[in-house]
């Protein structure tokens, strides 16, 4: 049995590319694996200082979670600011964590440029903390998106310097997990590669999007004036809009359009048409549900409970060992 663990920031809602990335398959591992579903609210502090309404978001991910399938029964799904045994260790990690090595870190560098007047200390130490959200359940498999493979790498670094800092082997190596061979990038809408909360208007689906929202964001999507030559290589848009289809629509229906395309047949208005259709119909359900159970305060709340008592128990027995291992006694 693996000990596999996701997470998410409460910074929006969840869009396809949260799903894909982080959420679909995982579902059907909580038969089998001990899995943890966690909010990371402390993370969103680094980007969003003084949220407008921090308890709002991370109900609506937790309603999200549940939505999409998570059962807080088989699975521990909790909020990261539920569980301070996290910020422990974060302390321990970062005793350990180079200032160097932080800030050569690719989405350091990228977050100084998306805001320069608040380079705060909190995102230099970003991946010390997804490190201890991950090594404080000694999880195995991390199921991310292609965006958190460095972070990954980097919880890897960290508790095998434990490891050799204090001659131990206590925690194993998470390695970075989905599917098929390749971690997967969902793309965006506007042409941008990226389907993300802020990679501007109309770039996401959200899961709780309403059908006339998808289609007016599907048929803005970009495109370029069609192929000219049979087979002719796709530009990154386009590539963008046909790996839509592969995640949402039946393999028959991208084959449809591929060929379209490769005999320079295509109409890329009814390949939208398709594409926002097939998407609505992937998302009704979850839609439903979620409409369904933020109306259902006891059984958020529930879930919210036992989620936090299953990863406190689990995440304190780690600051219990760790302690130990360091050196630190009570008298
Ligand atoms: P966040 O909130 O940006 O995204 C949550 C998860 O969704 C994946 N994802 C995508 N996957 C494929 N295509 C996309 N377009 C796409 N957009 C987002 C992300 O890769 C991620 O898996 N640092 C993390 C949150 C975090 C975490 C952790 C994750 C904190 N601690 C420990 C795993 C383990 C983040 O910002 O994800």
């Known amino acids: 049995m693996e000990t596999v663990l ?17 959420l679909r398959n995982f579902i059907d591992m909580q038969n089998e694996h001990n899995c943890f579903f966690f909010i990371a609210d402390y993370h969103s ?6 949220p407008h309404d921090l308890h709002g978001n991370v109900r609506q991910i937790l309603v999200e979670y549940l939505a999409a399938g998570l059962d807080p029964e088989k699975s521990t799904l909790y909020v990261q600011s539920d569980v301070p045994e996290v910020i422990e260790l974060y302390l321990f990690l970062n005793m350990n964590a180079y200032v160097g090595e932080l800030e050569r870190c690719t989405s350091f560098k990228d977050k100084i440029r998306q805001q320069p007047e608040n380079v705060n200390a909190g995102l230099l130490t970003y991946p010390t903390l997804m490190a201890a959200d991950i090594l404080i359940h000694r999880a195995t498999k991390v199921p991310v998106g292609k965006d958190q493979e460095q972070h990954l790498e980097m919880a890897r670094t960290f508790g ?27 793309p965006g809408l506007n ?21 006339e929202a998808i289609r007016k964001k599907v048929m803005k999507a970009v495109t370029d004036a069609g192929p000219t030559v049979p087979n002719q290589a796709k530009p990154e848009a386009i590539q963008n809009i046909f790996q839509l289809m592969r995640v949402v629509s039946a393999p028959e ?11 320079c047949h295509i109409r890329y208005g009814d390949m939208k048409k398709q594409l926002a259709q097939d998407m609505i119909a992937f998302t009704e359900p979850i839609r439903e549900r979620i409409k369904a159970i933020s109306a259902d305060e006891a059984y958020v709340s529930r ?16 600051i219990r060992e760790v302690r130990e291992i360091i050196g630190f006694k009570s008298f």
Not at 168 to 182: D, I, L, R, T, V
Not at 192 to 211: Q, R, T, V, Y
Not at 303 to 318: L, V
């Open 6 to 22: 996701s997470g998410i920031r409460p910074t929006g809602n969840l869009h396809l590319g949260n799903y894909f990335g982080a």
């Open 45 to 50: 502090l680094t980007t969003h200082p003084t």
């Open 160 to 186: 095998n310097r434990f490891n050799r800092l204090y001659n131990c082997n206590y925690f194993p190596e998470p390695q970075a997990f989905n599917f098929g061979k390749e971690l997967i990038k969902i």
């Open 191 to 211: 042409g941008s590669g990226k389907m993300g909360k802020s990679e501007g208007e109309g770039n996401a689906i959200f899961l709780a999007d309403e059908p």
């Open 253 to 263: 229906t991208l084959s449809y359009f591929e060929e379209q395309y490769n005999s």
């Open 303 to 318: 879930a919210a409970r036992i989620g936090r008592e299953k990863a406190r128990e689990s995440a304190s027995k780690t």
